[in-house]
């Protein structure tokens, strides 16, 4: 149902938007933009059609918007059309996906068993207050929200049934929150914790706004984002108990954690060599030189490691299972917001978007009106990968315009881009969550839109005071 509505919301976007463009009720609304620029906007729009709605698949679409730049007269060259895949993020996206399910392959989701197991020995609080710090400082070793929710779900299922409760408890929802929504929104914390993140780094690069380093993304994003999930676990906790009719927290079989403990095996040799080797790719990324050592060539090296016969955690099939179908439409996005920026679409949009901003208002009042901007384009797209590609060129032409620093902007787009949860299908993880029949739709819907108000919020504050 919640695919439908948002298909059935793309396709009255989609409309709008093609009526404004064809000038029926606004004649004006295109008298700043260039030919060049209405054919760009066209192709804006059927490029969000494509990735909201999803009327063909998502590669063939991506492949139809590549041949309409050219056949649109938006590149010169076939070549032009493909710049967007000559961008590192989308390799960097590919070597961390790889390197995640080479991590799962050795085991690690045995260290995360572990790590929980001894948590529900403690109890139920146990649980409930040592999850959201374990969730929050995971995706610094394990580079996948999809894969650190696939290994939590079935453990915290497991815990729930060992404690006693019943399917849908208090303790069951609460668990599925913070592995659905909170282990989404903490893949931001460092720009290697999935593939989100990462695009977002490289944007940053690709429109000169910074070049920042692994420890000074986590010194803006880590205190912002800590401090607002914090604040959605207590809400979570407080909402579910008031929703939830039998709300206690007695563990009536605690005891049988052992058993779950007994079934884990002894960790071997390889785990630790892939241990080793993450760690030392953590800390190059952490403290060598970008411009001598790219960010990709240890992952890289590490993945010719991992693919050695001996190890065996990277093989063809690893390679052939890759999600390729979002690898072509992140190519295919990168070349538009390219062209977005390249001939001044971008810009334009952004001036045409400045009149919603009241004249004379303060720095505030107008990073506010951006926020919302962003978070009304942002409800409409699946992936938020797709969303920030496409929203952030425009965004970042404001920062002339008003006054603001181009970098208080970037992290105000990736922050609320990123935070978007509203609706299942804004995130992987979220979506499995739901799909349990564990959430109901009333508590998703409640908590999402609290969690993506709070951290529009948040992205405000941090706007114009932290970053």
């Known amino acids: 149902m919640n695919a439908l509505l948002n298909r059935r919301a793309a396709l009255l976007l989609a409309i709008g938007l093609m009526i404004l463009f064809a000038g ?29 709605a999803a009327p063909i698949p998502s590669g063939a679409a991506s492949l139809l918007l590549l041949a309409l730049m050219f056949l649109f007269g938006l590149a010169e060259t076939v070549e032009d059309t493909l710049r967007g895949f000559l961008s590192p993020a989308l390799y960097f996206v590919l070597v961390l996906s790889l390197l995640s399910k080479a991590l799962v392959a050795a085991e690690v989701d045995q260290v995360i068993a572990k790590i929980l197991i001894k948590l529900s020995k403690g109890g139920p609080a146990a649980i409930i207050a040592g999850l959201p710090a374990f969730i929050l400082a995971l995706p610094i070793f394990l580079p996948s929200a999809a894969a650190r929710y696939k290994i939590m779900e079935p453990l915290m299922a497991r815990i729930n049934s060992l404690y006693g409760y019943p399917h849908r408890s208090l303790f069951h929802k609460y668990s599925l929150f913070l592995i659905g929504m909170v282990n ?26 910074a070049e920042l380093t692994w420890l000074e993304w986590f010194a803006k994003v880590a205190p912002p984002l800590w401090i607002g999930a914090v604040a959605m676990v207590l809400f979570m906790w407080q909402y579910l108990k008031r929703s939830v009719p039998e709300a206690g927290l007695e563990a009536k079989v605690a005891a049988e954690a052992d058993s779950l403990e007994e079934e884990r095996k002894p960790l071997g040799a390889r785990f630790w060599i892939v241990m080793a080797g993450f760690i030392l790719m953590i800390l190059a990324w952490m403290f060598l030189d970008e411009g001598k050592v790219p960010l990709i060539v240890p992952p890289i090296i590490l993945i010719a490691l991992f693919a050695l016969p001996k190890m065996g955690l990277i093989t063809n099939q690893t390679v052939r299972q890759y999600d390729w179908e979002t690898f072509l439409m992140l190519g295919a996005a990168f070349s538009l917001g390219l062209i977005l920026a390249e001939n001044g679409t971008a810009d334009a949009l952004a001036g045409l978007l400045t009149g919603l901003i009241p004249e ?25 990968s797709g969303a920030l590609v496409v929203i952030f060129p425009i965004v970042i032409s404001y920062s002339e315009l008003i006054g603001i620093e181009p970098v208080q902007l970037a992290f105000l787009v990736i ?41 529009t919020v948040i992205s405000i504050v941090a706007a114009v005071w932290y970053w």
Not at 33 to 46: A, N
Not at 194 to 199: D, K, N, W
């Open 184 to 209: 989404q929104n903490a893949t931001m914390i460092v720009f290697t914790g999935g593939g989100f993140p990462i695009l977002a780094h490289q944007l940053l690069k690709d429109y000169g706004v």
């Open 360 to 384: 004379d208002a303060g720095v505030v009042v107008k990073v506010a009106v951006i926020a919302l901007i962003i978070f009304a384009l942002r409800f409409f797209f699946i992936i938020p």
């Open 24 to 52: 029926i009720n606004q004649p004006a609304f295109l008298s700043g933009f260039s030919g060049v620029q209405q054919m760009t906007l066209l192709l804006l729009i059927i490029a969000v059609y494509f990735w909201i």
């Open 415 to 455: 922050l609320i881009v990123g935070s978007m949860l509203v609706l299942p299908i804004h995130s992987i993880p979220t979506y499995l969550a739901f799909e349990t029949k564990v959430i109901e739709k009333r508590e998703q819907y409640v908590i999402g839109v609290v969690f993506s108000g709070l951290f």
